[in-house]
């Protein structure tokens, strides 16, 4: 049986235009979704847009546009900035379907169905930009740590979850690995907030109107983050199309920044096991990208638009440098500088170069297919470590073993010096096709992290041809 892969990205808030933050997880997902459907499995890559709640509302209102107008625009450019770096997403969901909100609407009866609902008087400080209550310890200065402002006090009559009820077996499924977070301090950072009073869920808003009704009280809208996280089981076909949806669910990963753990490993867990369906079997968290030292905000003015990013210095260079230069689990900072750097150096002068070297020379042969030399056990290890480490989703590391390779053929080269060869003698041609073989592992390697250029490679190798250079210096 064809093992299947189904793998998410958050849905993207649309308040605002994606950013080159929200890139940084598409292009990692998109590189996993590749590398998944190399190996033959039928995978299913699921990114979107999340589309109610207050600050949309507001947003909307600021620039004179009905909610659902407003949302229109801003999914459009989510899927235009998608195309653009090619990201080979499955489907596009947005929470505005109606499918998703009928999806919900059953989800949260099902909830009712089991008992683990009850309306209570809420009165709390809450965060409208984190769309979530806060607490008071949590605060800097009396603000919000992720985005300094004050929280309001709000008191309202809401519908809550009983989550008290499933942190225990949450926390035994965390702990076994059952759902597997990573990195690890993330996991530990995770149950560590599970031991203190997380209180319930509150899942209902009384003044939120633009949103999902809940089932049972028309008057009340579904909590946006609830809303939000069933979007990972509402575009699979759940309530709708049984046969789909046991086909993917559980999802086998959840990619997620950091900002969003608790939401993703605790409620979203809980919620699954109260209603009796299985839980995600991996999240994995990565840090935030800062813009040349300072965090990405639309107030500082640095946001960088991706899609301006990709004209100017190219897809491949964007996707490459997003996942070489910053280790993924780690924070990082995205410097055009440093972009330049690497787009020279290891595009440029490492890649480029090579490609551009073998292809003159095996233009006088006609090169072999296949030759066991010198550079197979080099071709194997790469292979090998370059696995070990995109299962373990550590990009940087798949990509240096992929450049380690490079180098090894760049020594191959000076070693044999081919150019000095008889260009009919059987020692030039074994040395060409050997480099041809290497090359020709090299795009494979590097296909789902640059589709377009190993595509180009792949082309010339085949009609053994060479083009113009892969990455024009800068
Ligand atoms: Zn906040």
Not at 17 to 42: C, F, I, M, S
Not at 205 to 230: C, H, N
Not at 234 to 258: C, M, R, V
């Amino acid at each position: 049986m064809t093992k299947k892969f189904y793998l998410t990205t958050p849905v993207y808030y649309t308040n605002r235009a994606p950013h080159v933050g929200t890139a940084y997880t598409n292009v990692a997902a998109d590189v996993l979704a590749r590398y998944h459907r190399q190996k033959d499995e039928k995978v299913f890559f699921l990114t979107g847009t999340d589309e109610h709640g207050e600050k949309i509302a507001q947003a909307a209102k600021e620039v004179d546009k009905l909610p659902r107008e407003f949302v229109d625009k801003i999914s459009d450019e989510f899927k235009k900035t998608w195309s653009v770096l090619n990201i080979s997403y499955d489907k596009f969901i947005r929470t505005t379907d109606k499918e998703h909100e009928e999806g919900v609407r059953k989800f949260i009866f099902q909830l009712k169905e089991k008992g683990v609902i009850y309306q209570d008087k809420y009165q709390a400080l809450y965060c409208p930009n984190c769309e979530d209550f806060v607490q008071k310890k949590d605060l800097i200065d009396g603000k919000c740590p992720y985005h300094g402002k004050e929280p309001e006090l709000v008191s309202e009559t809401n519908y809550f979850f009983k989550l008290d009820k499933f942190l225990g077996p949450v926390k035994e499924l965390i702990e076994k690995d059952e759902i597997e977070i990573r990195p690890g301090e993330r996991k530990r950072e995770v149950l560590s907030m599970i031991n203190q009073d997380l209180g319930n869920l509150s899942i209902s808003r009384e003044k939120v109107s633009w949103g999902i009704s809940l089932p049972f009280d028309e008057k009340q809208t579904v909590y946006v983050w609830v809303d939000a996280l069933l979007n990972y089981i509402t575009a699979i076909g759940y309530g709708k199309d049984e046969s789909n949806f046991n086909q993917y669910w559980p999802a086998d990963l959840h990619l997620i920044g950091k900002d969003i753990l608790k939401f993703h490993a605790i409620y979203w867990p809980a919620l699954l096991l109260a209603t009796g369906l299985k839980p995600p079997k991996k999240i994995f968290i990565h840090g935030f990208l800062t813009i040349n030292g300072q965090k990405i905000s639309k107030s500082l003015g640095n946001t960088i638009d991706p899609i301006e990013l990709s004209e100017k210095y190219g897809v491949d260079t964007v996707r490459y440098f997003l996942l070489r230069e910053i280790s993924f689990g780690q924070d990082g900072d995205f410097s055009i500088k440093r972009l330049g750097e690497r787009h020279n150096a290891d595009l440029a002068n490492g890649l480029g170069n090579l490609v551009s070297r073998v292809l003159t020379l095996s233009e006088r042969i006609k090169p072999e297919e296949k030759t066991r030399g010198e550079l197979t056990p080099k071709i194997d290890k790469a292979k090998k470590d370059y696995q070990k480490a995109i299962e373990g989703i550590k990009f940087s590391e798949a990509l240096e073993a992929a450049w380690r390779l490079i180098g090894d053929c760049d020594n191959f080269v000076e070693k044999n010096k081919p150019w000095k060869l008889d260009k009919d003698s059987e020692q030039f041609k074994d040395v060409v096709s050997e480099l041809l073989t290497a090359v020709k592992e090299i795009a494979l390697l590097l296909k789902p992290f640059m589709p377009e250029t190993a595509e180009k490679i792949l082309k010339q190798i085949k009609e053994n041809k060479k083009a113009e250079a892969l990455f024009p210096r800068l």
